[in-house]
């Protein structure tokens, strides 16, 4: 790239630290096969004094991108012209102060928050992500698209590119999807491919056809997928009168969100938008719990950007030949081989962040617990509140300490488990309905 632009893709691999424009098109670098970063050169961008600044562009939500809860924003992802930014109003989300919940679990009142992104157009956070990818998308003047899924993302992947007009394929595994997000993907006309293996083999394909077919990829591997999830902090952050929260709780996964995370707060750092930089939790389910195992156990760390390949390597060939295939019940985080592990080391580095791993009897009684209390989640969300319970009784998150939980997703993303787990009164927080004669007597009775 002979000239820097105000915003370009670099390599993050420190050896190769290739840079590109953005009006190329890539998933992972040309040279090294290593993630993407979006870059800024700071100096050409006008960005705010404050971030408070931000809040006047709710007078002016009548216009499409100060409506957007991410476009809103748009400065801090300023990498394509307006003339090419797509949306569906995507980010008109909500932080919740849930002091009921918080009681329940031994915080203090004002110290919850539940973010909750279940409320985008396609029930959630993925819609994030996508207004700036398919933005990208357009300008590069993409026709074709695809990704790989465990529901979420076919959801919002086949929404938006309905929204441009784009041909859609998504790649599944066998019987590993909610049925929930997946009827998302059919009804907004996607062709659904379902591959005889897991969320890994479908990533892995993904690639391959979108190499081999030139299709726009639309997996977290792309980097400007994560600008636009970089939003759900900045609305967090407005959320709190624009102060810095001491905690962050997000699922694991492919760990687009923990790695969009990490960026948005070394950002706004960097611009002195914010004196300090919260620290970062990251779940994930027992079943799928690679980050747990790499970080906690074999002590992976970012290292300044040299990572050690050869333990990544080595426990992925331990997976290989044990023939391991992740299992929760929170499908959204049913995954072994994460894309964004690196990305994620980056945050974990930024923030000083911690990982853990909880059960999947653990995440059905933390989604019981977020529906008794006011919201509702698919599984995947209330691992966050199951991580903070964790946190709370190993005193790293202490009671007075302010903490954001990320709710990736509505209720009704997968209502299967919902109903499994209430329909028999055997679970910590089951709420069954009851049967009753048709007699009003008997119902009364029941009643009191």
């Avoid at 632009?5 to 050896?15: R, T, V």
Wanted: proline letters at 4%; one cysteine or more; aromatic letters at 8%.
């Amino acid at each position: 790239m002979a000239e820097k632009q105000k915003a370009f893709q670099k390599c993050i691999n420190l050896d190769c630290g290739s840079e590109f424009a953005c009006t190329e098109e890539f998933f992972k670098c040309p040279k090294c096969s290593e993630l993407l970063d979006i870059q800024y050169d700071w100096d050409q961008i006008k960005t705010p004094a404050k971030l408070s600044d931000f809040a006047k562009r709710w007078a002016t939500k009548n216009q499409r991108l100060d409506f957007s809860g991410v476009w809103r924003f748009r400065e801090l992802l300023d990498f394509c012209p307006d003339e090419f930014k797509v949306s569906i109003g995507e980010g008109q989300t909500l932080l919740q102060r849930n002091d009921s919940l918080a009681e329940f679990i031994g915080m203090k009142p004002g110290c919850l928050h539940l973010q909750y992104e279940g409320l985008n157009p396609s029930g959630s956070f993925k819609d994030n992500g996508m207004t700036a990818a398919f933005s990208h998308a357009k300008m590069v003047g993409a026709k074709s698209c695809a990704c790989a899924s465990t529901g979420n993302t076919s959801a919002a992947v086949a929404l938006y590119a309905h929204l441009c007009q784009m041909k859609c394929t998504v790649f599944i595994g066998s019987g590993r999807i909610a049925f929930g997000k997946l009827s998302q993907a059919m009804d907004y006309g996607a062709k659904t491919i379902q591959i005889l293996g897991d969320f890994d083999d479908c990533m892995k394909q993904v690639q391959a056809v979108c190499t081999e077919l030139k299709l726009y990829l639309l997996n977290s591997l792309n980097p400007f997928r994560l600008e636009g999830q970089k939003t759900i902090m900045y609305r967090i952050l407005e959320g709190l009168n624009w102060e810095v929260p001491d905690w962050i709780v997000v699922p694991g996964g492919n760990l687009g969100n923990s790695s969009a995370f990490g960026k948005a707060f070394a950002e706004l750092k960097q611009l002195g938008l914010i004196d300090r930089i919260p620290r970062l939790a990251i779940i994930n389910a027992t079943g799928a719990d690679t980050l747990t195992e790499l970080v906690n156990k074999r002590n992976l760390k970012w290292n300044g950007g040299r990572v050690d390949n050869k333990i990544i390597n080595d426990f992925y060939a331990e997976l290989t030949a044990k023939k391991f295939s992740p299992h929760t019940c929170a499908s959204a985080i049913e995954i072994s081989r994460p894309v964004n592990l690196k990305k994620c080391l980056r945050a974990l580095d930024v923030c000083n962040g911690v990982v853990r791993a909880v059960t999947d009897e653990a995440i059905t009684d933390a989604k019981a617990l977020v529906g008794k209390f006011g919201l509702g989640c698919e599984p995947a969300s209330a691992a966050s509140l199951a991580g903070l319970e964790v946190l709370l009784a190993e005193k790293i998150i202490k009671p007075t300490e302010k903490v954001a939980c990320i709710l990736t997703g509505h209720c009704l993303k997968d209502p299967n488990v919902t109903v499994n787990y209430h329909k028999e009164k055997t679970s910590k927080y089951s709420n069954p309905p009851v049967e009753c004669p048709n007699d009003l007597k008997e119902i009364i009775k029941l009643m009191s």
